[in-house]
């Protein structure tokens, strides 16, 4: 006042310069004054909390683009993307023991079952193996109104006739077929569990076939030999059995001519589409098998077997079979039995006993 300053300036709060000078503060409560007894398991809250609305902005066109690519991409089911289909999640997800499909064979009432670690060898670049091509073959044959005429082998025991020895093709004697009622056999082999061979039997020609996917191979021997192994098997099958079906037959050895494979891995892709071609032309010979080798042909062909395969309502997906378990406990053991078979022992020679 002596020096004649404003009464504002006396009356405003200046700012300490020394944190000792300063006031010390309270926050505001914010609300009631809390309880001070709680319950024994929950107490509810005086106020409860409310979210907090987001700020409204306004979106571009192109926010609203971006936005849109973004949803289309994380979303494989939207317009203007390619679904993921029933092959492509069988080849991407890790292989597994579990039935994919299975094709029956209604007159002999036998089942071709495929599993999921088998139908994996069906992806680019990778060996297929036996079972899948035989279930392949067996769906080709449902489809042909007069397939019945032509038997498949399956490659284990047509590779016993081709390379086996006396004592493995005697336990190959197939006592329930009789060749008489056919008029030829399509099956497939293999060499040294790296490469795939096919094989026809025509029995109305007497002609028999050794096709060779790879180029280099003297297919006419092979199937001179495949001819006198043949003749062979079907003369142990008449002592042993007393079965005269195919014995009196002569095989002829003849060649197809045919495309070559281009790859090492191919072999059991152009076997089936040899076989599909052969049931196609039944009881007529192919002249010749023209196969085009592209990258949708082990697709289609897999697309094909799930085709060709039962509802998956009809089999059970643990074994494969039509009676489906009915409780857990049967599922169990059944799953037991796939994880851990029971090996097989072979049943020793007896010596026959005297006669009383």
């Given at each position: 006042m002596a020096h004649h300053l404003s009464e504002q300036l006396l009356l405003k709060t200046l700012l300490p310069k020394d944190i000792s000078q300063s006031k010390e503060g309270w926050a505001k409560r914010d609300g009631a004054k809390p309880r001070t007894s709680s319950s024994k398991y929950y107490t509810t809250?005086?106020?409860?909390?409310?979210?907090?609305?987001?700020?409204?902005?306004?979106?571009?066109?192109?926010?609203?683009q971006s936005s849109t690519d973004v949803e289309n991409s994380?979303?494989?089911?939207?317009?203007?993307?390619?679904p993921a289909t029933e092959v492509d999640a069988l080849w991407t997800c890790k292989p597994t023991e579990v039935v994919v499909a299975?094709?029956?064979?209604?007159?002999?009432?036998?089942?071709?079952?495929?599993?999921?670690r088998e139908f994996q060898s069906l992806r680019p670049d990778e060996l297929i193996i036996g079972e899948v091509m035989e279930c392949y073959i067996r769906g080709?044959?449902?489809l042909k109104d007069n397939a019945g005429r032509l038997y498949l082998l399956d490659h284990y025991t047509m590779g016993v006739i081709l390379h086996g020895t006396?004592?493995?093709?005697?336990?190959?004697?197939?006592?329930?077929?009789?060749?008489?009622?056919?008029?030829?056999?399509?099956?497939?082999?293999?060499?040294?569990?790296?490469?795939?061979?096919f094989?026809?039997?025509?029995?109305?020609?007497?002609?028999?076939?050794?096709?060779?996917?790879?180029q280099g191979s003297n297919e006419v021997e092979d199937s001179r030999k495949a001819a006198y192994k043949c003749g062979e098997y079907f003369k142990m099958r008449r002592n042993?059995?007393?079965?005269?079906?195919?014995?009196?037959?002569k095989w002829q050895p003849v060649k197809i001519t045919h495309t070559f494979q281009k790859d090492a891995t191919s072999c059991g892709a152009f076997v089936m589409q040899m076989a599909k071609m052969t049931v196609k032309e039944f009881p007529k010979i192919p002249k010749t098998f023209h196969i085009k080798s592209s990258q949708h042909l082990r697709r289609d062909m897999a697309e094909e077997i799930l085709r060709g395969s039962v509802s998956k309502d009809d089999f059970c997906s643990f074994c494969g079979i039509e009676?489906?378990?009915?409780?857990?406990?049967d599922a169990v053991w059944i799953q037991l039995e796939i994880a851990y078979p029971v090996p097989t022992l072979p049943v020793p020679d007896l010596p026959a006993l005297p006669d009383p």
């Open positions: 809250p005086d106020i409860l909390p409310v979210p907090k609305r987001a700020k409204l902005t306004l979106n571009t066109g192109e926010d609203i994380s979303n494989p089911t939207s317009k203007g993307s390619k299975v094709v029956r064979h209604a007159e002999e009432k036998h089942n071709f079952t495929l599993r999921h080709i044959l449902n006396r004592e493995h093709i005697a336990r190959q004697e197939l006592k329930k077929v009789t060749f008489d009622l056919y008029d030829g056999a399509i099956g497939f082999v293999n060499i040294r569990n790296v490469h795939w061979k094989v026809y039997l025509h029995a109305l020609s007497n002609h028999i076939y050794v096709v060779d996917p790879l042993r059995l007393g079965k005269e079906d195919w014995v009196s037959i009676d489906l378990p009915t409780t857990a406990v």
